[in-house]
């Protein structure tokens, strides 16, 4: 059993309802025994960074879970085949925040540090 | 090119791992290019300047970051 985290990126075309059965039915795969989906966080439509499969747009969704690395092999394939699935990343979860870094609301002071540090050090 | 640091940022803040998803920081440590900058030029320690380079690829693939800004054709 290992902790996972994995990052979906959606055709931006989907209705939400469409989005919601397509992560329920790959999630159905990870399950059995003991296994957990942890975290389930809707991005939302983002722009893209560059093209892919002709969309400037995707939906990304990332979930975190628990389950049997033999349970990914089947779940991969199941993404690969889909044409919904722009692209999809599987990582170990290094127990980083599912949440839009962007809305995390993490200490904008340090921020601000940063940039006093690189004016003393330009300085210097 | 950026002066001489004596500490790594990440390390002054603590940070335990570098998230793949932090786009925002992610971009602080590429050029306006989008080519990963050189441990001299962000002054990150080993483990961070590691996963920094771990996490922009993983960001790039997710086309959070270009892997060419301004690349047109």
Same mark, same amino acid.
Request: charged content about 35%; glycine content about 6%.
């Given at each position: @059993?290992?902790?996972?985290?994995?990052?979906? $990126?959606?055709?931006?075309?989907?209705?939400?309802?469409? $989005?919601?059965?397509?992560?329920?039915?790959?999630?159905?795969?990870?399950?059995?025994?003991?296994?957990? $989906?942890?975290?389930?966080?809707?991005?939302? =439509?983002? #722009?893209?960074?560059?093209? $892919? +499969?002709?969309? +400037?747009?995707?939906?990304?969704?990332?979930? #975190?879970? =628990?389950?049997?690395?033999?349970?990914?092999?089947?779940?991969?394939?199941?993404?690969? @085949?889909?044409?919904?699935?722009?692209?999809?990343?599987?990582?170990?979860?290094?127990?980083?925040?599912?949440?839009?870094?962007?809305?995390?609301?993490?200490?904008?002071?340090?921020?601000?540090?940063? =940039?006093?540090?690189?004016?003393?050090?330009?300085?210097? | 090119?950026?002066?001489?640091?004596?500490?790594?940022? *990440?390390?002054?803040?603590?940070?335990? %791992?570098?998230?793949?998803?932090?786009?925002?920081?992610?971009? &602080?440590?590429?050029?306006?290019?989008?080519?990963? *900058?050189?441990?001299?030029?962000?002054?990150?320690?080993? %483990?961070?300047?590691?996963? !920094?380079?771990?996490?922009?690829? &993983?960001?790039?693939? !997710?086309? *959070?970051?270009?892997?060419?800004?301004?690349?047109?054709?």
């Amino acid at each position: @059993m290992r902790e996972y985290e994995t990052v979906y $990126i959606f055709q931006p075309t989907l209705e939400s309802e469409e $989005i919601e059965a397509k992560l329920e039915s790959y999630h159905q795969r990870l399950l059995g025994d003991d296994a957990e $989906i942890t975290a389930v966080e809707h991005w939302g =439509r983002r #722009q893209l960074a560059y093209e $892919i +499969a002709g969309q +400037a747009n995707g939906y990304y969704v990332v979930a #975190q879970f =628990r389950t049997e690395p033999s349970r990914l092999q089947p779940f991969e394939s199941a993404l690969k @085949m889909d044409e919904a699935v722009l692209r999809h990343l599987v990582v170990l979860s290094e127990g980083e925040s599912p949440v839009l870094p962007s809305l995390r609301g993490e200490d904008e002071e340090d921020e601000d540090d940063d =940039r006093d540090d690189r004016d003393e050090d330009e300085e210097d | 090119m950026t002066a001489f640091r004596k500490s790594c940022k *990440l390390c002054d803040r603590d940070v335990e %791992r570098v998230d793949y998803k932090n786009a925002d920081l992610l971009r &602080r440590y590429i050029t306006d290019r989008g080519k990963i *900058l050189p441990r001299r030029a962000t002054g990150a320690c080993s %483990r961070h300047q590691h996963q !920094l380079s771990t996490a922009i690829k &993983r960001a790039r693939f !997710l086309a *959070l970051i270009p892997y060419i800004e301004g690349y047109r054709g």
